[in-house]
């Protein structure tokens, strides 16, 4: 999808929030910016659960073998030579008591306020000048 359709678009900069293939080989060959970071799930970096959330952790045995994945994408990401920024976000809320997830990875409105603040706070430095 990316080749075939945000390269038409002639981007300064794709923000890539999951997952990065080939990407930051694509976005040396094309002339743009890449940004990647991996999102936080259920059980990933050391958030207070609150007993909703950690009765939707032990409900499915597979999110916490996925939030351990995490750990090793994590791990990966760093790795990535070719990519202009990577950012872990998976401790974002290490510090909320309150109840962000309803599922895996779904949030609440704050938590996803959270993230978009977080996203501003990381991005600005980098786009302030194509502005």
């Known amino acids: 999808m990316v080749k075939d359709v945000l390269l038409q678009f002639d ?3 794709i923000i890539v929030y999951d997952g990065w293939n080939e990407i930051c080989e694509l976005s040396h060959e094309q002339g743009f910016d890449i940004i990647i970071s991996i999102q936080p799930i259920i059980g990933t970096g050391n958030k207070p659960l609150t007993v ?8 499915n045995p597979s999110y916490v073998i996925h939030s351990k994945l995490i750990s090793d994408y994590v791990s ?11 950012f872990d976000l998976t401790t974002i809320f290490d510090n909320v008591s309150e109840q962000i997830y309803f599922d895996q990875g779904h949030m609440s409105d ?21 502005f």
């Open 110 to 130: 704050n938590g996803n306020l959270i993230v978009a603040k977080k996203f501003t706070e990381l991005l600005y430095p980098i786009l302030k000048n194509e």
């Open 11 to 13: 981007p300064d900069v």
């Open 52 to 59: 909703n959330e950690k009765q939707i952790l032990d409900s």
């Open 76 to 86: 990966a990401m760093y790795d990535l030579k070719k990519c202009n920024h990577t």
